[in-house]
């Protein structure tokens, strides 16, 4: 990892502007690790933007980034057309927590500027931003949080404690409240945050939900069949949800006493049907995946499946865990 911080200072150094981009839709994780990155780079008295999301902000992120704002804690989001209208110099994108074009926030930003560096901790496709000054994609890494919170580590610098505590939450959210991806490592950088003035009782409230979502995810939960001995699958309604959603229900399922795996079918847009898939280690859940289109780990998996409805890509994803259990 210092190779990349020796990469990442030579480089913000060297650049006139410095671009930030996460994944569209983005969660704690990502953008949590974008508003400190700025603040950093701010530090080193740099221009520097972040990529505007442009669908509409899970309610934990919006609840942080008001929280920031309403504590003075500001950062400076631009939409694509004004980074590409912009006539920058010399700038420099940092993409985080993902290396897929498909995924990142704006595939015009992407084409747009030259000079990349990739950060990511999701296990690499063929399909991944290429040309790229440096590339890291550690899947070992709990959440990109961990590895920016390796370089404060590293840089000595501090920033707001407030920022600290989003962190903390994307690192939460990330590993399943640490039951997930989480290595000494990370609790040694959740203590980090922790030292420098990540409040618990400031995360608890970012991570609460409303009643009547925990409500509907236990009804969906409430309809969950064991497809095989410890295996569970959820449907959910035909509306359209986040992939968070469904990730978090996913999650739900693992919970349940003897469960090695789980898996939970959503409708992410008119055309595409998500499937979200969990495992403790024993059942292979990216080769599952795989089966279906998508891929991932073997404890964390996804896919998503155009022009089937949910109860097809149900039936289907039956079939491939009966043949392969
Ligand atoms: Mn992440």
Same mark, same amino acid.
């Given at each position: 990892?210092?190779?990349? #911080?020796?990469?990442?200072?030579?480089?913000?150094?060297?650049?006139?502007?410095?671009?930030?981009?996460?994944?569209?839709?983005?969660?704690?994780?990502?953008? *949590?690790?974008?508003?400190?990155?700025?603040?950093?780079?701010?530090?080193?008295?740099?221009?520097? #933007?972040?990529?505007?999301? !442009?669908?509409?902000?899970?309610?934990?992120?919006?609840?942080?980034?008001?929280?920031?704002? $309403?504590?003075?804690?500001?950062?400076?989001?631009?939409?694509?057309?004004?980074?590409?209208? *912009?006539?920058?110099?010399?700038?420099?994108?940092?993409?985080?927590?993902?290396?897929?074009?498909?995924?990142?926030? &704006? /595939?015009?930003?992407?084409?747009?500027?030259? $000079?990349?560096?990739?950060?990511?901790?999701?296990? *690499?496709?063929?399909?991944?931003?290429? /040309?790229?000054?440096? %590339?890291?994609? /550690?899947?070992?890494?709990?959440?990109?949080?961990?590895?920016?919170?390796?370089?404060?580590?590293?840089?000595?610098?501090?920033?707001?404690?407030?920022?600290?505590?989003?962190?903390?939450?994307?690192?939460?959210?990330?590993? &399943?409240?640490?039951?997930?991806?989480?290595?000494?490592?990370?609790?040694?950088?959740?203590?980090?945050?922790?030292?420098?003035?990540?409040?618990?009782?400031?995360?608890?409230?970012?991570?609460?939900?409303?009643?009547?979502?925990?409500?509907?995810?236990?009804?969906?939960?409430?309809?969950?069949?064991?497809?095989?001995?410890?295996?569970?699958?959820?449907?959910?309604?035909?509306?359209?949800?986040?992939?968070? /959603?469904?990730?978090?229900?996913?999650?739900?399922?693992?919970? #349940?006493?003897?469960? @090695?795996?789980? #898996?939970?079918?959503?409708?992410?847009?008119?055309?595409?049907?998500?499937?979200?898939?969990? &495992?403790?280690?024993?059942?292979?859940?990216?080769?599952?995946?795989? %089966?279906?289109?998508?891929? *991932?780990?073997?404890?964390?998996?996804?896919?998503?499946?155009?022009?089937?409805?949910?109860?097809?890509?149900?039936?289907?994803? !039956?079939?491939?865990? @009966?043949?392969?259990?």
């Amino acid at each position: 990892m210092r190779e990349l #911080f020796e990469i990442l200072n030579e480089n913000i150094k060297k650049h006139d502007e410095i671009i930030i981009m996460t994944h569209a839709r983005p969660d704690l994780d990502g953008m *949590g690790s974008a508003l400190a990155l700025f603040k950093i780079i701010k530090l080193m008295d740099k221009k520097c #933007f972040i990529v505007s999301p !442009k669908k509409k902000l899970y309610r934990s992120l919006d609840k942080a980034i008001k929280l920031l704002n $309403d504590n003075d804690i500001v950062f400076n989001f631009k939409s694509e057309e004004e980074i590409i209208n *912009g006539k920058y110099k010399k700038p420099l994108l940092i993409i985080l927590d993902t290396q897929k074009p498909e995924l990142v926030e &704006s /595939d015009k930003v992407l084409d747009f500027i030259n $000079d990349k560096i990739v950060i990511d901790h999701h296990i *690499g496709s063929l399909d991944t931003v290429n /040309d790229t000054i440096y %590339k890291y994609s /550690d899947a070992n890494k709990s959440s990109i949080v961990e590895v920016i919170s390796e370089y404060l580590n590293y840089l000595e610098v501090n920033i707001e404690p407030l920022i600290m505590t989003v962190l903390l939450a994307g690192m939460v959210v990330d590993t &399943s409240s640490f039951n997930i991806k989480t290595t000494a490592r990370t609790f040694e950088m959740a203590a980090y945050l922790a030292r420098n003035g990540a409040d618990f009782v400031i995360l608890q409230d970012i991570l609460k939900e409303p009643r009547e979502e925990m409500v509907e995810r236990y009804q969906f939960i409430s309809n969950s069949e064991e497809i095989v001995s410890d295996i569970l699958m959820c449907r959910m309604d035909d509306n359209i949800h986040g992939n968070v /959603d469904i990730a978090l229900l996913a999650k739900e399922l693992l919970k #349940f006493e003897d469960i @090695k795996a789980s #898996f939970a079918i959503g409708r992410l847009s008119h055309r595409i049907v998500g499937v979200s898939a969990r &495992s403790m280690g024993d059942v292979n859940v990216g080769e599952i995946m795989e %089966k279906l289109g998508g891929g *991932g780990h073997l404890t964390d998996a996804a896919a998503q499946i155009k022009d089937k409805s949910i109860d097809e890509v149900a039936e289907e994803l !039956k079939k491939i865990i @009966k043949r392969v259990i």
